[in-house]
């Protein structure tokens, strides 16, 4: 028997009239049944959340701050079994899946410090006896759109930022891993998170990610996913503040005086880890002519190596797609590579067998113009593109739509800085990979990845807002622009 789970809306479990299927990728059985939660139900989850809002904005930052750190400590205590969790219903490998964890720890560690400062500004007044400051006060009741590639991680970035500013939420995970948002709520309840902070709905985008976008009591929303549905976002959202976070079509530049070596572990590592299902995955090489064919051989050579399996088993390198629909999509863009005369050199086919599984997929002699070196694949392909210097790299980096991550490997110092201040991103690496991002630093992107900046003392910012004080101590009438005119 499959169980069934619960929502959790102002302090109960409850169910829905509907249950939807949680998926194993690596199989494709059936591993939990999870509410198709309505538009009644964000509605129910609004009304906890609004109702929780003045208590917990009012609980003094340290505390709402310790209950972050007991957060930390409960992930950090069942870190080995929420990440063989993530291995199983994400399908990422078990040192990936660790890490997922990892970076959840690490965010509500960082965060609850964070208790202690969510600083403000004081500065002087244009006129004798009087203050000038700035506090920092909460969105209010802040919508939570997750993904499911960093299942753990990125709910609780969006968590941690938000409660710590004395936000409430309603929390809607991808439906292809509510498991691990169920654990993630679980465990901040345990933390002593009190009833309807945080209500987690979950269902459908078109049920109940809708309800939310549009609801009118929602202060804010904070998104990570697709470009087209953070277009939709904006359209509905309507006055609410939104923070979002939509993919990339991260470049590698590798110079001809860098260490090859070093760049086919970070290519390798960029575009096939976590299956290529990372906004920050490398899904571009834009290689020097000079080393490219080089440096394509031992990619090749090395991506033909990787061992497909379940994220759970010690001897696989990469893991499943998280669904047949990613399996199709990345069979249609191979097909689209393939017709656009790209080269294929590695890969471009499924695996025999049950599961969501595509071979590490490698297109040589690719194009600025084609789509498979344009759009986000979100899959396991790598394309490749030549260039015949750093001007001519930069140009074909910036070429695209998006800008979250990059990178560049040189030896070149002046390469390196030139690259760091031509490159349009919202990160630039240096003889690093594109993915592995820290959370103790602003993360995000332009252009149309979207221009929040998450983590990082800059992710308070997502959350709240800066409230202006000003106090005239003076006893008198004082005219700004006026009185102190000159
Ligand atoms: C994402 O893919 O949306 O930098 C997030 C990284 C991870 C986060 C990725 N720390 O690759």
């Known amino acids: 028997m499959v169980q069934a789970y619960r929502m959790h809306i102002g302090g109960e479990w409850v169910g829905g009239d509907g249950y939807f299927n949680d998926l194993n990728p690596a199989t494709g059985q059936v591993m939990a049944r999870f509410p198709a939660g309505s538009a009644g139900d964000v509605d129910r989850a609004v009304d906890a959340a609004e109702g929780a809002l003045k208590s917990w904005s009012e609980t003094p930052p340290p505390k709402r ?43 509500f560690e960082y965060f609850a410090g964070e208790g202690r400062r ?12 009087k203050f000038a400051m700035t506090v920092r006060r909460p969105v209010g009741v802040m919508g939570l759109i997750t993904p499911w590639n960093f299942p753990i991680a990125i709910p609780a970035w969006k968590l941690s930022a938000a409660l710590v500013c004395g936000n409430t939420a309603v929390f809607k995970p991808s439906s292809d891993t509510p498991l691990c948002a169920y654990e993630l709520v679980r465990i901040l309840l345990r933390a002593g998170v009190p009833d309807g902070v945080v209500n987690l709905v979950t269902g459908s985008a078109a049920d109940v990610g809708e309800a939310i976008v549009r609801h009118r009591r929602v202060g804010g929303i904070s998104f ?4 087209a549905t953070g277009e939709w976002i ?22 001809d005086d860098a260490d090859l070596g070093l760049a086919v572990e970070g290519i390798i590592w960029g575009a096939f880890g976590t299956t290529g299902q990372r906004c920050t995955a490398a899904s571009r090489v834009i290689a020097h002519r000079a080393i490219r064919k080089k440096l394509v051989a031992e990619l090749v050579r ?14 696989t390198d990469v893991g499943p797609l998280i669904n047949m629909a990613a399996v199709e999509k990345t069979e ?4 689209i590579g393939r017709k656009e005369g790209a080269k294929l050199v590695c890969g471009g086919k499924r695996p025999p067998g049950r599961g969501f599984f595509y071979r590490p997929t490698i ?30 790299a930069i140009d074909i980096a910036n070429s695209v739509e998006y800008g979250l991550s990059s990178s560049i490997y040189t030896r070149d110092v002046n390469s390196a800085l ?13 003889n690093a990979s594109t993915i592995g991002a820290e959370v103790h630093l602003p993360f995000g992107g332009v252009k149309a990845t979207g221009h929040t900046r998450e983590a990082g003392i800059t992710g308070i910012d997502e959350f709240s807002h800066l409230k202006t004080v000003y106090i005239d101590y003076s006893g008198k009438l004082q005219k700004a622009q006026i009185d102190a005119g000159e």
């Not at 969510?118 to 004798?128: C, D, V, Y």
């Not at 509905?236 to 991260?250: P, Q, R, Y």
């Not at 090395?302 to 994220?311: C, K, N, S």
């Not at 986000?376 to 015949?388: A, D, K, R, W």
Request: one cysteine or more; proline letters at 3%; hydrophobic letters at 40%.
């Open 65 to 107: 701050g310790r209950i972050l750190q007991r957060t930390a400590d409960i992930l950090r205590k069942e870190k080995e079994r929420l990440g063989t969790l993530v291995a199983t219903e994400m399908g990422k490998v078990m040192p990936e899946a660790l890490g997922d964890v990892q970076e959840a720890i690490d965010v």
């Open 118 to 129: 969510l600083f403000g500004n004081t500065t002087t007044s244009e006129l004798k006896g």
């Open 224 to 227: 990570t996913g697709s470009k």
């Open 234 to 255: 904006t359209k509905n959202a309507g006055l609410k503040k939104v923070g979002l976070e939509l993919g990339g079509k991260n470049p590698v530049i590798v110079m």
């Open 302 to 315: 090395r991506a033909e190596r990787l061992r497909l399996g379940p994220g759970v088993a010690k001897t």
């Open 332 to 335: 249609g863009y191979v097909d």
């Open 363 to 392: 297109f040589d002699d690719a194009d600025r113009g084609m789509r498979i070196a344009r759009e986000e694949i979100f899959g396991p392909v790598l394309s490749v593109l030549e260039c015949g210097g750093l001007d001519d």
């Open 418 to 430: 030139r690259a760091i201040s031509g490159i349009e991103a919202g990160i630039t690496y240096v």
